[in-house]
């Protein structure tokens, strides 16, 4: 996709003599459009009066009256209210909506693929000139518009602009039904476009440069995209009157005869629903964002990513002095605190000395700088023994990093000169006391600044001396909703403001210091900013987005969504890496923002959801998440919530009740919204058990439907191309240490029996850390033995069919 990004700069503009056309009184309208869209210009003001969806007819500007398509706020005497909402005031200075404006010139240049129109604006009250430019590709169902100004006075001028500003939008005729995305962390489909204001500032109430609204019962909509590569603060939002707008709130001084140029905005008119806005934005981000991708041994090997607070230094030196054989004792232990449990990748806390420095603050906050690993556990060379253990079993190690909380008592301050590091919240000195314990009253240390280098300088040691340890991933907590401005005088801030370039820095810093050691690692953080993802590959998922899949898994699908409170049956039907095997979530943080829970949801854990045997095989399809634009439905009921996912070589749904409660019906009819006509073979996973059985699809005038049978299922719709999926034979799913099993495995493919054959021989079973004979071949079974180590910790360990002739496949197995 080929963009046009104007960069930031000063210069002086002026149109060529030639390319001026003065505007004619006879003139009505000035017009460019596409087969998708039209857009109107008033000829005599240049202000955007059309902006028609040429697919429905319907002209989004209702009421053309304001400030279609800029704003500009001139010489204001501060800058506006950091919240979401039109900003109609003019803060002490003049406000200039094109309505008040004389257009003096335009240039339409009609190229072979691409349309540009120039508008030069001249507003009534104020000596600058405005330049609108307009460019519109003929196939595209977006055009982008850029925003210059010039001052044309005698002295300099300060200025801060809305580019785009939309008034008077409405989708068909009941603009009550027009519906938005709430951009607040992951994104949240759904929300009444124009009911109340929505957004607010960058980097805090909006985690993504793009805003949208859209009607589902027309299937169309109106998005923008802020296509801003410095990713500059500004405020996205939606607000009553069916108003959309990005205010750019930096005030920025031009000097006479010079000009300022923002960030080229890209505005898309489609047909669909927001799912086609966000694959818009995904394709800018893509190039100019370059988003972290996925490292393969996550999308192989990490079904399961859990926490574990490792034991207090009190329980340790109990264990210590009872000798219970298996019990922690050391970091040499670490595999231990994966016992009983499935997670494939741990995440660990209360691994820093800060433990026994200050034992009371074992729990939820634990920073202290993070000076080494506990003494009491065998400190690093310990430590680094015991992650080597993990791995000889396939297993993983992630490390909890507090990103900025910290002890005012911390050795890292020297001289009591913890003041210098702190986050100061105004002019008046507010230093942020963010790091309290469960009263409002009990403080323990201080929100460092993220742009403070010393203190970039201490994470940047923490996690090369994990990485150097053999951590497989690092979560950063507390980062997230990075736009918090820094008034400490300590800094030398260029501006208190600039809160986003400091966390980019930061966060640059940490993965290029890490990259020399482990270019593989996972970095993830507490809560998703789009710009993360240059850096990071995920972040915790902690509220619920209901029926709809989250707004970031489509507009940045390797983002990956790490569940923290939902259970197994939500985390499957989201494509999100699980948290924990049972059924249940348990906590609905931030229901203000999600979906709140509901009067009948059960309560406790659920039942063990096997989902963790089965996500390997489809794991790439979840993680690159290719989504169709439409869900699934059943209309016989309405509890029923499924996605459609694609893959080159096979399609999978999945849905059902999130709660696990049984269909309404016994079983449903689900409508899908494609499937290729390749695809001639369905068959239902039931997730509660495994058990899998071919179901018919069905195509007639209706469309495309299956029956499904089970509160959750998995359906894997296969192409010819598919390759085999592996059948693990019921095997004793419990052994003794230093004891064998044997394992039998078939392959699976009616879509292309020929495969099957010609594969077989092929199969490759792997079991860390245990023996695996070389496959027997008999008939059209494979079978291995599998022998245990001598001394082996009782735990659960697994298997797995993985290699290019077949889909992954994966059991486990007990070791008493």
């Not at 008033?42 to 304001?66: F, V």
């Amino acid at each position: 996709m080929r963009l046009i990004i104007i960069c930031v700069c000063l210069l002086s503009i002026s149109l060529p003599a030639s390319a001026r056309h003065p505007v004619e009184k006879a003139q009505k309208i000035i017009q460019l459009e596409n087969r998708q869209l039209a857009l109107a210009f008033d000829p005599a003001t240049g202000a955007l009066t059309k902006l028609i969806n040429k697919k429905t007819g319907d002209n989004y500007i209702k009421h053309p009256a304001g400030g279609n398509l800029f704003r500009l706020y001139l010489n204001a005497g501060k800058m506006p209210d950091l919240s979401a909402g039109p900003h109609n005031g003019s803060d002490g200075g003049v406000l200039v909506d094109p309505s008040g404006c004389i257009l003096e010139h335009f240039f339409l240049n009609k190229k072979k693929d691409v349309t540009e129109l120039i508008l030069q604006i001249r507003p009534k009250t104020f000596a600058v000139k405005v330049k609108v430019t307009i460019t519109l590709s003929n196939a595209a169902d977006y055009f982008d518009c850029s925003l210059a100004v010039t001052n044309g006075s005698d002295a300099s001028c300060r200025i801060y602009s809305a580019l785009p500003y939309f008034s008077g939008i409405s989708l068909g005729n009941t603009a009550a039904t027009n519906l938005a995305v709430n951009m607040w962390d992951r994104g949240y489909p759904g929300i009444k476009a124009w009911e109340k204001n929505s957004g607010g500032v960058y980097g805090r109430d909006v985690s993504m440069q793009w805003q949208c609204v859209y009607e589902p019962a027309l299937d169309e909509g109106l998005a923008f995209i802020t296509m801003d590569t410095a990713f500059s603060n500004k405020i996205l939002t939606c607000f009553p009157g069916g108003g959309m707008q990005s205010l750019y709130f930096d005030t920025k001084e031009i000097q006479p005869g010079l000009s300022f140029q923002w960030p080229t905005a890209r505005v898309v008119v489609f047909n669909g629903n927001w799912r086609t806005a966000a694959k818009v934005y995904q394709g800018w981000a893509n190039e100019y964002l370059k988003p972290r991708p996925v490292p393969r041994w996550y999308t192989n090997e990490v079904v399961i990513r859990g926490s574990s607070w490792i034991p207090t230094r009190e329980a340790v030196e109990k264990n210590k002095s009872t000798q219970q054989p298996h019990s922690f004792t050391s970091f040499r232990n670490l595999l231990h605190l994966y016992q009983g449990g499935y997670s494939d990748c741990l995440e660990m806390a209360m691994w820093n000395e800060g433990v026994n420095l200050w034992p009371e603050t074992y729990g939820p906050w634990m920073s202290s700088g993070f000076l080494d690993f506990r003494s009491d556990l065998g400190g690093k060379s310990a430590f680094e023994e015991g992650v080597k253990n993990v791995h000889r079993f396939g297993r993983k190690v992630a490390m909890y990093v507090a990103g900025y909380g910290i002890r005012t008592t911390s050795p890292l301050f020297k001289d009591g000169d913890w003041k210098k590091w702190a986050i100061v919240n105004n002019k008046e000195g507010e230093i942020n006391f963010g790091y309290r314990g469960e009263k409002e009253t009990e403080i323990f240390g201080i929100f460092n600044c993220l742009g403070y280098k010393p203190w970039q300088d201490n994470i940047i040691r923490v996690c090369t001396m994990l990485a150097r340890a053999g951590v497989d991933e690092i979560r950063l907590d507390e980062i997230g909703f990075p736009f918090k401005p820094c008034f400490n005088q300590e800094h030398h801030h260029a501006s208190p403001y600039d809160s986003q370039v400091w966390t980019r820095e930061y966060l640059r810093r940490i993965r290029e210091a890490v990259d020399q050691i482990n270019p593989q690692m996972v970095i993830s953080t507490e809560f998703f900013m789009d710009y993360f993802h240059t850096y990071t590959n995920g972040a915790l998922v902690m509220d619920c987005s209901g029926k709809e899949i989250d707004a970031m898994k489509v507009a940045l699908p390797q983002y990956m969504a790490m569940s923290y409170h939902a259970g197994a049956a939500e985390a499957a039907i989201t494509g999100a890496i699980m948290g924990k095997p049972e059924a249940y979530r348990l906590n609905w943080a931030w229901t203000d923002k999600g979906t709140e829970r509901s009067d009948d949801y059960p309560s406790g854990p659920g039942i063990r959801l096997p989902f963790y045997e089965l996500y390997p095989t489809f794991a790439e399809t979840l993680v690159k998440a290719d989504i169709t634009d439409q869900d699934p439905t059943a209309a016989q009921d309405p509890a029923w919530m499924g996605h459609l996912w694609k893959n080159k070589d096979y399609w999978l749904l999945i849905g059902g009740h999130d709660d696990i409660s049984a269909l309404s019906a016994g079983e449903i009819d689900v409508m899908l919204p494609e499937l290729p006509e390749k695809f001639k073979y369905a068959f239902e996973f039931n997730v509660q058990t495994l058990e899998m059985k071919p179901i018919p699809i069905t195509r007639s005038k209706k469309g495309i439907s299956i029956k499904l049978h089970h509160p959750l299922s998995l359906v894997f719709f296969p192409a010819v191309s598919c390759p085999p999926l592996p059948v693990i034979e019921p095997l004793n799913r419990m052994l003794s240490a230093g004891s064998g099993m044997q394992v039998a495995v078939k392959l699976f493919a009616p879509w292309n029996p020929l495969s099957e054959k010609r594969n077989i021989s092929s199969l490759v079973l792997k079991a860390p850390g245990f023996e695996v004979s070389k496959g027997k071949v008999k008939g059209n079974t494979v079978y291995f033995d599998i022998q245990s180590p001598v001394g082996i910790e009782p735990n659960n360990y697994f298997l797995q069919v993985q290699n290019n002739h077949c889909m992954p496949r994966r059991q486990w197995f007990q070791v008493e």
